[in-house]
C-alpha cells in the first residue's frame, strides 16, 4: 500500500557525451604538454649544478688540476726557478739556459751539496 517507484527513465545524449569525453581529452593533453615542458626545465637546471658539482670536486679533488694543462695548452712558465716539482706529469714551459734536475739531484742541491751536472747536456 504505501508503495514508492523507485524506477527512472535514463536518457544519454550520445553527442553531447562524446564532446565532453574529446574536452577532457584536449585537457588531458595540455596539462601533459605542460608538464613535460616543467621536467625539461627542472632537467635542464639539474643537469647545470651537477656540471658545477663535477667541476667544484675535480678541484677540491687536486687543487693544482688547473695546472695539469694537456699538451698544447698555455702552460705555466718558471723563468724565475721552482724549487720543487708538485706533481707527476707536470708542464712547465722551459727556457734556453735553464736546467732540470733529476729527483735525485734535487734532493742533493737541497742539502746544499755540490752537483755536477752531465756536462754532455751542454754540449
Known sequence: MNELDLSASLTLDVSDFDRKVQSALQSGK???QTLTA????VNQEIS???GSLKLLTAQAESPLTLLRAPAGA???SH???LDYVPFNDYRARLHEGEAVLTKLEAT????GGGMTLDSSALA
Open 38 to 41: 616543467q621536467l625539461d626545465a
Open 74 to 76: 698555455n702552460l705555466p
Open 48 to 50: 647545470g649544478v651537477l
Open 108 to 111: 742533493e742541491w737541497r742539502r
Open 79 to 81: 723563468a724565475t726557478g
Open 30 to 32: 595540455r596539462m601533459q
